[in-house]
């Protein structure tokens, strides 16, 4: 298997544009986190998808962010309009059965918003 | 609240020092502790993992014990390799809002030189 798929590997774009960020998970895997790390605050938990169905998304910053996950091989990230302080690594992970205690995470995406 | 406190890094070690992370937690009921490992332009990768007080996970020549008494799971190996240079992340697992939910700390570096 490939692993977690992510794209962009990396995102420039102007303050005020819409981004959209993608991931592919594990096949067969069941559960889809997105998670935001930055230098300030750490790694943090934006969603929580089981099934395809969003469970948790507290962690989601505000209204600009919005996630997607239409099947079981494909979740979007989307922020519209982005702004600079939203310039983070954003990771995508997948994991199986019904404890999500192994994690198997995407390279990640670059993302810079000047 | 539930939370996951690492030592500030850069460590700086020379090979084959002996290494330490500390990680202490603090969390509401009974929580799974783990690492994961981050190398350069990659994802988190799970180290190793404990489940109960007392436990010893290991992996790859590190290891780290499940201490109740102290709240604390710190990371450990005999002799650091320049490979071993990454950022390591400790976590714990909580039932929380009917899923295993992973709380990450800030994450250490650890940078090995010949």
């Known amino acids: 298997d490939a692993g977690v798929i992510q794209s962009p590997r990396h995102e420039v774009t102007e303050m005020g544009q819409e981004v959209t960020l993608r991931c592919k998970p594990i096949?067969?895997?069941?559960?889809l986190f997105w998670y935001r790390q930055t230098m300030m605050r750490g790694l943090e938990l934006l969603i929580y998808f089981n099934n395809n169905v969003p469970i948790d998304d507290s962690g989601m910053p505000e209204d600009r962010f919005s996630a997607k996950m239409p099947n079981a091989s494909f979740s979007t990230l989307k922020i519209q309009p982005s702004e600079p302080r939203d310039s983070a690594v954003y990771f995508c992970?997948?994991?199986?059965?019904?404890?999500?205690?192994?994690?198997?995470f995407g390279s990640g995406t670059q993302l810079s918003v000047l | 609240g539930n939370s996951v406190t690492q030592m500030e890094g850069p460590v700086t070690l020379s090979e084959e020092a002996f290494l330490t992370i500390n990680c202490t937690y603090t969390?509401?009921?009974?929580?799974?502790l783990f690492w994961y490992v981050q190398y350069p332009g990659e994802g988190l990768q799970l180290l190793l993992k404990?489940?109960?007080?007392?436990d010893k996970g290991s992996n790859k020549g590190f290891e780290a014990t499940y201490r109740k008494e102290t709240t604390s799971f710190h990371l450990e190996k005999g002799s650091v390799q320049v490979s071993d240079s990454a950022v390591y992340f400790c976590a714990l697992s909580l039932l929380s809002g009917g899923y295993n939910k992973l709380i990450f700390g800030a994450g250490t570096r650890l940078a090995v030189h010949p």
């Open positions: 404990a489940t109960k007080a007392d």
């Open positions: 992970a997948s994991s199986s059965g019904r404890l999500n205690e192994k994690l198997f």
């Open positions: 969390a509401t009921g009974y929580p799974s």
């Open positions: 096949s067969g895997h069941n559960s």
